[in-house]
Nanobody, 124 residues
């Protein structure tokens, strides 16, 4: 329970797309809100997107219209679809989960579970 395993990161050129995946247990998937945070070297942690247990979604202003968070119930997997990528999107991306996940908590680094991260590098 609680293990989050990310995949899908890589290197792309500006304007490209990537899809990040976060596989977890069924217990965590159905019991927790899930989200994505990112952190680049020398920069503060940033909440990117969140989808709560009721299906409500939230996005950082910097990614609105470009990123989409979704969940596949059959696969107990959350996704972050990223398009129109920019150099400033370069960061380590982490999947996080908590029963009561909030944007403020995500920005503070307060959540129950976090994956190992997957690197996204966007070249301009």
């Amino acid at each position: 329970q609680g293990q989050l395993v990310e995949s899908g990161g890589g290197s792309v050129q500006a304007g490209g797309s990537l899809r990040l995946s976060c596989l977890t247990s069924r217990t965590t998937y159905w019991g927790y809100s899930m989200g994505w945070i990112r952190q680049a070297p020398g920069k503060e942690r940033e909440a990117v997107a969140m989808r709560d247990r009721d299906g409500n979604t939230w996005y950082a202003d910097s990614v609105k219209g470009r990123f989409t968070i979704s969940r596949d119930n059959a696969k107990s997997t959350a996704y972050l679809e990223m398009s129109s990528l920019k150099a400033e999107d370069t960061a380590m991306y982490y999947c996080v989960a908590d029963y009561s996940l909030s944007i403020a908590a995500m920005n503070r680094g307060v959540f129950h579970f976090r994956g190992q991260g997957t690197q996204v590098t966007v070249s301009s």
